[in-house]
């Protein structure tokens, strides 16, 4: 820069206490966009996911506390996984039209950021490209936050308060809580003689995003469910928003489906003879005609 005479700015990034804030769900959503293989993924979550620590006060532990975030210190994985997931951010500064960068000398495109682990820094001939460097930074935050944003229970109870039946109300009010007792829960409560897999594939711990989301023994029915309610939204798609009722202003006439869905899950896993799609199906349909008559 100053042997072409260019006045310029150099604008560096060092995050916070950065292992320490990488989200595990976050984690795995990016090596799932990113097509890793599904090998490689379920060792990042035997690592990650599901890990709990207790914390030793005076010499005495205190109860279990789920640890969801943060990656290891000194752990030769962890600035791996931290490149990766640090990547759409600096794929979308790369990418932007608005921050210009620098020229470098046999280099065909301006360079816009220089990135080592979690510093990252950008030199620029443009002030302009600061504002736009923040703005880029803050829409990653708002995705995150939106990703793992607390459910707003007001606008969710604007749409369940006028369910007449109670036991469907009651039903729909632990599944938007996640307090419906799957094997997950079970283990966390100290239940003895219980058993914590999915019963539908018998691999996984039940979870609730396993047992309604994940497990792919039920791969066909939730496709089945999602084409039957793409007739009545063509967005419809089954996800942890869609069944924790977060979506504002969500369609009456999903609720049905919704119901039905989760309530089959639920109550066929319980079931001792082999379950095969149709019957799956038939539960389904019946479900949502029974939420249909009650209310």
Known sequence: MEINDWNGYLVSFDQEKAFDRVEHNYTIQVLKRMNFPPGIIRWIEIIYKDI?????????????????RSIRQRCSLSITIYALIIEPLASSIRNSKDIKGINLPNRKDNCALFQHADDCSTITTEISDYDHLVKEFKYLARYRE??????????????????KNDIQREFIYKIIHRAVLTGEKQLERGLKNMEPKCKYCNKQIETFEHLFIECKELKLFRQYVTENGQTKDPNFKINKKLLLLYIVDI?????????????????CRHYEDELVLYKLQMKYHKDKEIYEKYN
Do not use: A
């Not at 369609?251 to 109550?267: C, N, V």
């Open 52 to 68: 709990k620590s207790k914390i030793q006060v005076n010499g005495h532990l205190t109860k279990e506390i789920k640890i969801e």
């Open 146 to 163: 939106e990703e793992n944003k607390e459910i707003e229970f007001t606008n969710i109870w604007k749409t369940i308060v006028n369910i």
């Open 251 to 267: 369609k009456k006439e999903l609720l049905p489906l919704i119901y039905g869905y989760t309530h089959t899950e639920w109550t």
